[in-house]
Structure formats: C-alpha cells, structure tokens
C-alpha cells in the first residue's frame, strides 16, 4: 500500500498502460487488468486517472473490490471510504436485509441469547467455509467434498439440522455456543437460514439435503435401537451419505402410486427390492436410500443399503448437478429384514410424518432467500442510474418493492408463529394439528417466491437474466425457486392438505 495520494497524483496515470482509477476514495492500479477485465479495456481507459465511483457501482456488485482488493494501491489523501466492507458474520444494515429480530430498533419475544450466539456463529461459518465452496460447485456441478462434510460434522451442524432431540444431547454445537439440550426449533430455523445465504440453490441441496430429510426417518421409526443408533452415528460424523427415495417416474405427490416392490426373501430374513426412483436429491453419493415401497397389503418404508444392485445415474435438472439429483434402479436389492421403519403395510405415515419437518425447513429456507433477493433489490435500485436518477426514484420502482417487503415479513411473521407452536406441541400431536398450517406456510413461500422472483428480474432488467455478475442471485433465484413450489409436495397438493386438515376440526353444529 502506498501513503495516501492527492487525486491530483492519480490523475497523472491516465493511458491504458499506466491506468489508474478512484472508486470510493480509494486507488486502484488497473494497468495489468486492463486486458483481464471483463467489461472489455475501452470502457477503464475512458476513466483513466478519474474517480470512477458512480460508473463502478452503476455496474458492479460492491463485492467486485473486495474479490480484488489486490488491485487497491491505497486511499485518496484526506479522505475516507463510504462503502460498508462486509466482513465475515456480518449483519446488513440495509433495511429488510435481515428479519425484525435481527434488526437493532427492534425487539422479538421468541429469541434469547443462544439463539443470537448461533446465528452469529452459523454466518461466520457459512461465509468462511461453505460459500466459497458452494459458488465453485454450483458452478462446476460436482458433488460437495468429504472436507466440508467433515468440517460440518465436527461444528455438529449436521446434526443440528436434523431439528431438536436426544441426538444433541451431550455434544457440542458448533464450539458449544448451545447446549444441545436447549437446541429448539428457533436454533432449527437460524440454521437453515443461515445456511442459505450462499445463495447457491443447486449446493443447498447437495449439501445434505437427503439426510435431513431421511436420517430423521431412520431416528423416528427405526424398530431396532443398534441399526438407528450406529446409522446416526455413521451419517452425522459424514463417514456415510444417505437420501430419502420416495418419488418415481410413476408417482410424485400422489405417494400411494409407486409401483417399486418390496418382498421378503423365502428364508424371510431380508427384503427384495425391485423398482425405480426420479429425482431423489444426493442418491448419486448416498450409501443408504430410506426407500418408499409396494409391500403385500400397502406401502412400507426400508433403510435399503447400496450395493452393485443399486444403479444411481445423475439428472441434469435445471438447477446445478451439485445437488446430485439422481435416477435410482434397484434390481433384486437386498436389505436386512430389520431394516424395515415403522410396520410392515403401514409406511404412509412414516412419510408423512417425515413431511413436517421437511416443509419447515423449506419454508425457512425460501424466506431467508426472498430477503437476500430483496436486499440486492434496494441496494440496486439504490446504485442503478437511469434517465439520470437512480432507479429507486421512480415510484413504479418502489411500488414493487413495497410488495417485496410486505411478502418477506409476511412469511417471516408466520413463520416464527409457526415455530413458537412447534416447540410448544408434542411431535405426535404436531401431525394432527401443524401438518396442515406448515403445508400452507410452504405453498404461501413459495407462491410468494414467485411474485418476489418476478419482480426482482424486472427491477434487474437484463442482469436478471444473466449468470453472473451484477444479477446473478437474481438470476438464480428467478430460475430455481421452482424447486421450492414442486420439492417436499406440491404447491396445490400442500394447500389442498391445509384445508383438509381444518376440515377434520370443523365443528358440526354450525350452521
Ligand atoms: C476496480 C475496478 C474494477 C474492477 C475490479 C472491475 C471488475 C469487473 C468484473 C469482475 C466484471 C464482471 C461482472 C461482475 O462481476 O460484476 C466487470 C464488468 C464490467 N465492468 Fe468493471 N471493473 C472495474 C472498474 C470498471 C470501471 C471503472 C468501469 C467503467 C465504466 C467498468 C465497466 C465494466 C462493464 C461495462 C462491465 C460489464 C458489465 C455488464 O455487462 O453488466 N468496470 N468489471
């Protein structure tokens, strides 16, 4: 770093050779990126021993000058940068970046001190370990590396996403700053958020996705104690992977259509398992597949282990293949007969039981992303210069993101009620009561997401549907939120459960 130098000094570097530029009171030596610079050479000379800041910023994500604070030579004499640097836990001082909670003016009743001390952890290592490795995954679609994995499983974030329980208990939660006896689904939901906020929709769910959502079944409903205590332990040190395999080419929300067998050997001591599974997120790394079958008088659930009659082939969905969505053909696979989760013929409400959790997740998940994709919303229409204002001056502008806000507080607000509800009622009682509501809370996000992502890619224009740069969460929240409306049921199917299931507590006499 040089002393700081008048903007008298920067002005005499002013040809493409010897190019240097100011943006926000601080000097950059562009001569030897000039040519490696995306936007071409032109358009650095034209402000060559200029201050560039509103050119900069009218195309560029702040984050650009920190990706290449080696360029940065010093600071303008006498002056100060403005820009806030974002480091590492970080919250956003744009307004709506974060929810009320987090929000300084504002109070909640639902949080304490654990649950602050979580989620400052979570950020810092969600922004130091896995975005880096997200964006480079997402991009190169391959599967997440053992050395994340294993990161997570000491900070024992895998084992927390699997919600409250007694598989918390006597560990240590990310360096201890909960005790895991008091993990409730308020640390449940941060850690989901949390772990959003790479931004990255493909990873998110080549992250583990299929174990939160098939571990728990294993712990639920698992009839022999050694097979779900050594299974948790496999999977939750990340020694194993594992997915829930229920859909098929022949059934998606309707579950009672799979056509994939399941039938006991002549000796009776395993299952055979013939059939096929679509879209089963992470099957391509798993080593256990919680597995939805046709058994003699219903439908049954099997822990079914991999073997070389277990053939998995990568799907190529419109989201990257880092999250590992996969084509399964079980071909006479075998599993142990105590394999079986729940009864023999009475595997739906394994499933459905499973299905809460899942669709919370799902909803906290896309709510965290609708606030990012607000954020860079404000803070673009805060840069972006057009007809010489910026673009949050015209009204039509606010309009939409006034519609953005009321949808991301919205969800947020009936979220948090939903989760104060879940760590007042009993798991068994939740299906009866919080399947419903959680099922419309999921389509509600989703539906929303839809209006957010439309909105947002027109406030972006053509960077909204761009890779890359300026727009790219955008981009990829407008081409993946879709995702959200169809995984863990369907938008139409959830609402069509949420009213169903208030239909059962309709009262008779009330006409
Ligand atoms: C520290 C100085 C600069 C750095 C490190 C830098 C870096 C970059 C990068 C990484 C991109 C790719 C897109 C993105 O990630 O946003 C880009 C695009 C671009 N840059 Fe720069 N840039 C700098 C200064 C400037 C300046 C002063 C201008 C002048 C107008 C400029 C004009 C452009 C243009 C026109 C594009 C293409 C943007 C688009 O298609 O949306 N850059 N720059």
Not at 120 to 129: C, D, G, L, W
Not at 328 to 336: G, L, Q, T, V, Y
């Amino acid at each position: 770093m040089k002393a700081p130098l008048t903007r008298q000094e920067v002005a005499k570097h002013a040809s493409e050779e010897d190019l240097w530029v100011i943006v926000d009171h601080k000097i950059y030596d562009l001569s030897d990126f000039v040519d490696a610079h995306p936007g071409g050479s032109v358009v650095l000379t034209q402000f060559a021993g200029q201050d560039a800041t509103q050119a900069f910023y009218n195309l560029h994500r702040h984050d650009v000058l920190q990706k290449y604070s080696g360029l940065c030579i010093g600071n303008v004499e006498g002056e100060k940068p403005e820009v806030i640097d974002p480091q590492p836990g970080d919250l956003s001082q744009v307004p709506y970046a974060e929810p009320l909670w987090l929000t300084p003016q504002f109070t909640s009743p639902y949080y304490n001190d654990s649950h602050r001390r979580l989620q400052k952890a979570m950020r810092v290592f969600v922004e130091t370990h896995v975005t880096p490795e997200a964006i480079e995954k997402e991009r190169d679609g391959t599967s997440i590396s053992q050395a994340l994995i294993d990161k997570m499983a000491d900070a024992n974030i895998l084992a927390m996403r699997l919600g409250p329980g007694a598989h918390l208990h006597n560990r240590k939660l990310l360096g201890g700053v909960v005790d895991g006896k008091d993990y409730d689904y308020f640390h449940d939901m941060i850690v989901s958020q949390e772990l959003t906020r790479h931004n990255q929709r493909g990873f998110q769910d080549g992250n583990m996705a299929g174990m939160t959502i098939s571990l728990t079944a294993v712990r639920q409903w698992a009839n022999d104690q050694e097979l779900r205590e050594r299974v948790t332990e496999e999977v939750l040190s990340g020694r194993k992977k594992m997915s829930l395999a229920i859909t098929e080419a022949f059934a998606g929300s309707d579950v009672a259509g799979i056509k994939t067998t399941a039938q006991l050997s002549e000796d009776g001591k395993e299952w055979i398992i013939n059939g096929t599974k679509k879209w089963i997120t992470n099957g391509i790394f798993s080593d256990y597949f919680v597995v939805g079958c046709k058994t003699a008088k219903g439908f049954s659930v099997i822990l079914v282990p991999k073997t070389d009659d277990v053939e998995v082939k990568l799907i190529k969905t419109s989201y990257s293949t880092a999250a590992a969505t996969t084509y399964i053909e079980f071909n006479n696979a075998r599993a142990p007969r105590n394999h079986l989760l729940g009864e023999e013929d009475k595997g739906f409400v394994v499933i459905m039981s499973n299905f809460n959790h899942e669709r919370f997740m799902m909803a906290a998940m896309v709510g965290r992303w609708m606030r990012t994709v607000l954020e860079e919303c404000l803070k673009w229409s805060h840069q972006r210069l057009v007809f010489g204002k910026p673009l949050i001056s015209q009204p039509v502008i606010r309009f939409k993101l006034a519609k953005m806000i009321s949808l991301v507080e919205a969800n947020q607000a009936w979220l948090e009620q939903t989760v104060y509800q879940m760590n007042h009622m009993p798991y068994a009682t939740q299906s009866t009561h919080l399947s419903g509501p959680i099922g419309l809370l999921k389509a509600y996000a989703t539906r929303s997401a839809h209006e957010v992502a439309d909105e947002a890619t027109n406030i972006f224009g053509g960077r909204g549907i761009t890779q890359g740069g300026m727009g790219s969460v955008v981009e990829m929240f407008h081409r993946t939120y879709k995702f959200d409306a169809i995984l863990g049921g369907a938008e139409e199917v959830l609402m069509d459960l949420g009213v169903r299931q208030a239909m059962k507590f309709m009262p008779k006499a009330m006409l």
